[in-house]
C-alpha cells in the first residue's frame, strides 16, 4: 500500500467505474421502458413515456419553475410538524423517565395514541385547523409525536447497571446521573425515533394536503394525476422523493455529529478534537 | 522448523497427520501458519496452546476441511482432507445452538443434515445428553440453559455422530472458571469412553497440559509449532494434579517455550 | 436496515404491568374524572363542540353507529376485507422478492439505489397517481394497500437473509450440509423474528394506506366515514369512528403480538416453555 495520496484523476476514474453499471442499468432501463410506450406495448395513458417525463421535470423545475413554492411549502410543514412533535414528545418523555407517577398515567393515553392510526385524524384536524399550513403542520406533528416518544423514553429508561454502580459510588446526584449518564446513553435510540419520526411527519404532510390544500407537492401531485397527466404527476413525485432524501440525510448527518461515538471515523475525528482542544487550553 | 520433544511418530495407528503445512492469507501477505507436521496416533488427546495469532485455530479448521492449506498436505485416516468429512467432528467456541431449537434437536441437527433421523439415533442422542448430564434439560430451549449448560449441549452434539476424530476451538473460553474445570474433567471422561481422538485448541496453558497427552506450543509471527511436550501424567487426572511439581514443570516448559522465541 | 418497532412493545409491557398491580383502579378513576370534566365543560358552554364533542354524545354515536342506524358495520368490512386482502398480498411479495433479492448479490447491488430512492419517497403519496390511473373503486384501493404494506416486509426479509450469523453458517458447513439445508434449517428459520416484525409494521401501514385511499375516493369504508361525519360536523360520530379504528388497532396489535408468540416462539419465554411441553409429549409418545 503505498503512501501516496491518491491522484484526483484517480478517484474520479474510481468513483466513475463504480457508477457505471448504475447508469448502464438506468439508461437500459429508461430505454425499454420509453421504446415500450411508443410502440404501444404500454398504453401510454397509465404509464408515461420517460421522455413525456421528463419535458415536465424541465417545465416544472426549469422552464416555468413552479415546483419550487410548493415544495417549500411541504418541507417546510413537515420539518416544522416534525420539531413540534418531537419538542412535545422528548419533553413528555423526559418527564416520565423522571417521575414515575407520570409516566404511569401517561403511558395509557400514549398507547392508545400508538394504536390509532394517526392518518384517521386527518379530516378532523382539517376541521380543527383550516385549510392552511396549519393543518398540515397539526397532522405531521401528532403522527410523529409517538414514536419519538416510545424510542426516547425508552432510551431513558434503559438502565446499563455497571454504570448506575459507578455513578453511585461517584457520588453523583440524580441531575448529574441524568445529564452526565441517562441523557447521553439515550442518544442512540432518540435518533432512532427522530428518523422514524421525521418520515412519518413527511407523510402526514402530503396527506393532509391531499385532502384539502392548495399549495404544496401533494396538492399539486394530486391535480396532476386527476387531470391524468400522469408525467407531470410523477415529475412531482421526484420532488417528494427529492424531500425525503433531504430529511433522511440531515437527520443522517445530526445522528453522526451528535452520536459521534457510534461510528469509527466520527470517533477518530472527535478524539482529534478533543486533543485540540485540551492542547489549546493547557497552553493558557 | 519444528523441534520435537519427542517424535509423535511412533509406532501405532496414525490417524491424522500434516507434513509442511502452511496456510496463508491475503495473497500472501499474511503467514498464519507455516511448516507444520504432525502425527496424530489414535486416542490421544492433543493440544494446540499459543497466544492470538499462532495459527492455532487456522490449524484446526486445515484438519477439519473448513479451509484449505496454501502448502502442504494433510491426510485422516490415510485419505486427504478435501473438505469437511463425516468422520471429523467440530466443536466451537461459541456453543451455536439453534435457538428454535431444544436441546435435543440441537444434538440430533448433524444426524437430520445427514439424513432422517433414526429411532436409534434419538435414541443415542438422549444417552448423549445424559452422558453430559443434561437429561432433564432435553426439551429445553438454548435461552433456558447458561453458558456452560449450552457448551455441554454442543459438546453432545459434538458426539452424536460418532465420529472420532474431534476438533474443539477454544470450546471452554468463555466460561468462568469453575465451570470449564467441570467441564474439562468431563471432557477427558468422555473421550476416553467413547475412544475418539481429540485436538484441542486454548490459549489457556493449564487447560492445554490437563487434558492432553501432547501439548503443541504454538508461537506467532509467524505462527509455527515451536514445541511439542509429551504429558506422562496419570490418567484419570483429578485436578488437584495441577498443584503437583511435575505438572508445574511442564507448565515452566511451556512458558519458557513461549517467552523465548 | 430492518425497521424495527419493538419499543412500543415495552411500553405495552409497561402498561400491562401497572394494570396488572391494582393500579387499574386509580386508571379508571382519572379516565372517569377527565371524561366527567369533558362532560360538565360541555354542558356548561366552555368547550366548543367542534373541538370537544360532548362524551355522552359520542356515546350515543357508537349506539347509534353500531346499533340502531347499523351503518357502521357495511364500511367496517368494506375496510378491513381490503385491509386484510392488500396485506396478505402486498407482504407476501415483499418477502417474497425480499428473499429472492437476498439471495443473489449481483441483483442486490444493482436494486441498491432503486431501493434508496424507494425508501426515502413516501409510498402513500403515490395513492392519487394510482387511483387516476386504474379508476376509482377497488382496484385502486387494493393498489394503494398493497403498495404501502410492500415495503417493510421486503427490507426485514432482505436484512433477515443477509445477515445470518457466521458461527452458525460454519457450523453447518462443517457438518457438510447442502444448500438448501442451509436454507431451510438455518437462514429461513432465523430470519422469521424480523419478518414477523415487518409483517406487523405492514399491517399498520396497509390500515393507514387504506383509510387514504377512502379519504381520496370518498365511497366506503371507515375512513370515508369519518370523512362525511366530519364535513357534516358531526364531530361525535367522528370521533366514535376513530376510536372504533383505536379498537382495530389494539386488536390489529394484540392479534399480531399472539401470533409472533406463536410463530416465532423462541424469543419468549412462554412460547419457549409451551413449545419444550409440546416437543416433550411428541416425544415421549411411542
Sequence with gaps: MSDQPIPLSGRILDIGVRFLPHLVLFAVIIGAWEISVATGLITSIIIPRPSAIWSAIVELYITEGTIYRHFFITLTEAVVGFAI??????????????????????TPYAVVLNVTPGIALTPVIIAWFGYGMGSKIALAAIISFFPIFVNTLTGLVQVDEDREELFNSLGASNVQVFRKLRAPAALPLMFAGFKIGLTTALIGAVVAEFAQATDGVGVLMSRFSFQLNMAASLATLLSMTVIGLILFYSMEFLDDRIVFWRRESRRAAASRARARTWAAQAKK | MVKHEQSMAAAGDVVVSGLNVGKTFAAGTVVALENANFDIKRGSFVSLVGPSGCGKSTLLRLVSGLIEPTSGEIEVHGTPVNGPRADISMMFQKATLLDWRTSLENVLLPTEINGTPSKADKNRALDLLKLVGLEDFAFSFPAQLSGGMQQRVALARLLQTGADILLLDEPFGALDEFTREHLNTELMRIVAEVR???????HNITEAIFLADQVVVMTSRPGRMAKIINVDLERPRPLSIQTSVEFNKLVEDVRETLGAV | MAVQDATSEALVDTLERSLRNRRIAKHVGIFLT???????????????????????????????IYFQNANVWFHLYSTISLVILGWVLGSMLGIGLGALVGFNTVIRRFLKPYVIVLEATPRIAVAPLLIAALGFGVNSKLAIIMLVCFFAPFINTLSGVINVNEERLELFRSMRASKTQILRKLVLPDAIPVIMAGERLALTAALSGALVAEFIQRDKGIGSLILVYTRNLNMASAFACIFTLTIIGFLIFK????????????KYEGGRERMSAKRKRTMVEP
Design chain 1, 85 to 106: 412533535g418531537a419538542g412535545v414528545a422528548v419533553s413528555l418523555a423526559i418527564a416520565s423517565s423522571l417521575w414515575d407517577p407520570f409516566r404511569r398515567y401517561v
Design chain 2, 196 to 202: 475418539a481422538t481429540a485436538i484441542f485448541v486454548t
Design chain 3, 34 to 64: 377527565l371524561t366527567l370534566l369533558w362532560e360538565l365543560g360541555s354542558r356548561m358552554g366552555w368547550l366548543d363542540p367542534l373541538f370537544y364533542p360532548r362524551p355522552s354524545n359520542i356515546i350515543r354515536s357508537f349506539w347509534l
Design chain 3, 255 to 266: 392479534g399480531m403480538e399472539k401470533l409472533d408468540h406463536y410463530i416465532a416462539y423462541w
